[in-house]
């Protein structure tokens, strides 16, 4: 689903220029709910802003369905963003002017395919346990509840791929907890393909890989066998060579 | 507009009207502005002489009358430019506390044109309420105050007159002036990066 291969991401240039990405490969296969883990500064959320297309790498190559990303023009990249991806971000991201619902509800209604969105948006806020807040404002909510509105919103134009850049960091461990079952939820049952950034050492038994990354190339690759409770000790770890 | 033959006048006055001793007849219109079209349908009648407005025919009257339209274009200018600025810094305001917020919905692929177009629009919500309460303070306000209580200067009692043409102005201006505020802010935001727009970085 996604590929990258010999990736590369430089800021800035001469002296200045500093390296976040030196050629990162990595592979998520359809349906996978994959971690980016890595202390600070390891590249780890330069590579899911490019693998979300927020964000461009200096070379290397980049395919999501076998399509070359680093072709699309701002547009395109606009168009594909809305259609095929979802973004859960660290800090809660909802309108505070606009209801939960209609913050939900807002990328079907740009994309303009579908003209029962409404339904959708109620059914996906039912889904994620916010039945009973369609009508509330962001502010009226918890942080847990704003951050699983934002997964709602992310999955109402039914995503291929659903990033996630540290959706845990700002909030509670119960909240955590909730949010983190809902992602494994999504993506048990629906199939949802996912990538987050996480830096939480827990959030490891959520997911089906982990790709540590360190001074922005991958480490190693976690895997973990599916379906056990406790994950971590039947893992199996994969040093990159 | 009547004719009365000499005639018909001199019965309406009571007395003999002195043949050939009138040069002018003198018109009095009640809307100026429209002068030129009275004097052109007066030639039309085929009536052989010249036709001048009172403008053209009261000399340092028409030069006073010319420095009050001066007077009155610079007011207009200057509170069309304030007008902008005004529009301009609110919404320049409102576009940097919402930067982030906008980098979201691009990031969640919300084309460009549709962030611009929401900030048009409040741009020329502002420009329509702009139009209407002015129009409404000049119409049931100030006009109908100097109609009752006109200026007195030396050359005489002077009152405002708002021409259709001024309005039409004034309206585009301000029209004028709302797209750039709203345009201005809203494309420079646009033109950062997702990442820059939601990070700061």
Not at chain 2, 47 to 58: A, C, Q
């Amino acid at each position: 689903m996604i590929k990258v291969k010999n990736l590369h991401k430089i800021y800035g240039r001469g002296s200045a220029a500093t390296h976040a990405l030196k050629g990162v490969n990595l592979e998520v296969r359809p349906g996978e709910f994959i971690a980016i883990m890595g202390r600070s500064g390891s590249g780890k959320s330069t590579l899911l802003h490019i693998l979300g297309l927020l964000d461009s790498p200096t070379r290397g190559e980049f395919l999501i369905e076998g399509r070359d990303m680093l072709k699309l023009t701002e547009a395109e990249k606009a168009r594909f963003r809305l259609e095929k991806l979802g973004y859960v971000f660290q800090e809660y991201s909802l309108l505070p002017e606009m209801t939960i619902l209609e913050n939900v509800y807002g990328p079907a209604m740009c994309l303009g395919r579908e003209n029962d969105f409404r339904r959708r948006a109620n059914e996906l806020l039912e889904i994620v346990g916010l039945g009973e807040r369609l009508k509330h404002h962001p502010g009226q909510v918890s942080g847990g509840e704003q951050q699983r509105a934002a997964i709602a919103r992310a999955l109402i134009n039914r995503p291929k791929i659903q990033f996630a850049d540290e959706p845990t960091a700002s909030l509670d461990v119960t909240s955590s907890r909730i949010v983190l079952e809902l992602f494994r939820k999504l993506n048990k049952e629906l199939g949802q393909t996912i990538v987050m950034v996480t830096h939480e050492p827990d959030d490891e038994k959520y997911v089906d890989r982990v790709v540590w990354l360190k001074d922005g190339l991958v480490e190693t690759v976690d895997i973990y066998s599916t379906g056990a409770v406790n994950k971590q000790a039947s893992a199996t770890r994969f040093v990159k060579t | 507009m009547a004719f009365v033959t000499k005639s018909e006048m001199a019965s309406v006055l009571g007395r003999t009207i002195y043949s050939d001793r009138a040069s002018q007849i003198l018109v009095s219109i009640k809307q100026s502005g429209t002068e030129r079209w009275f004097i052109e349908e007066i030639q039309a009648l085929g009536i052989d002489g010249e036709g001048r407005s009172w403008r053209e025919y009261g000399g340092a009257m028409g030069g006073i009358v010319s420095s009050f339209d001066v007077i009155a274009s610079l007011i207009n200018g200057i509170g069309l430019v304030v007008a902008g600025i005004v529009m301009f810094i609110v919404i320049y305001i409102n576009v940097i506390n919402k930067r982030r917020q906008i980098g979201i919905l691009r990031a969640i692929g919300i084309k460009r044109d549709v962030i611009i177009g929401s900030y048009l629009t409040q741009a020329l919500f502002y420009a329509v309420l702009g139009i209407v309460f002015g129009g409404l303070a000049f119409g049931y306000g100030i006009q109908p105050y100097f109609d009752l209580h006109p200026l007195d200067l030396p050359i005489g009692q002077v009152s405002l007159v708002i021409k259709s043409t001024t309005v039409q102005n004034a309206v585009l201006g301000l029209v004028a002036a709302a797209i750039l505020a709203g345009l201005i802010p809203v494309l420079n935001i646009t033109r950062q990066g997702i990442i820059q727009a939601i990070w700061g970085n």
